[in-house]
């Protein structure tokens, strides 16, 4: 009868225990065990309240930086700074001055509050009528008309360091894409 070498062919060695005592005194187990540990431990090492209210991570100072891709006009760099905190209600109360490149700096005040489950409404100062958004794990989505014009739909995803954000928006005017902007958010304090 030919050694099939279950479970696992050891040279020299022919007998299913004595492979098995070979592979537990060499540690060819210990690779297997250790990875393991880490897919069991990786999803306990991330931030658990990172994710459980999103837009704490806009309480305190925070800055962005990134590009507006304007279709027919180009790129050009755009930065933000803002100052973030709770409101009466749970609202999120953001005070925000946007620098765009070949443009004057402009003040926006954003209000957000959970409307029940994960739905987000409120007002931006720069947006024509109500905002409306849901949060989805750790990231937020809004929609809204900008003053310009055209639709926004926006997505800020959290990062796992719990620092760090990413935005993304697209502006549309009738159904195309007139405009994206990509930022990294972080926060100062």
Known sequence: MKDTGWPLVVPGVRCPLQAARHRAATGMFRPLILFTLLVLLLPAAEPAAAYQAPEQFFVGRTEG?????????????????????????GALLLEQIVEEEGKPARRTSWRLVRSGGNRITGTISDARGPVSGDVTGNVIRLRYRSAEGPSVEQWITLQPDGRTATNRMIFRRFGLTVATLESTIRRVD
């Open 65 to 89: 930086v990134g590009v507006v891709n304007i279709m027919l006009s180009g790129r050009h760099g755009v930065r933000d700074r803002s100052r973030g905190r709770i409101g009466q209600g």
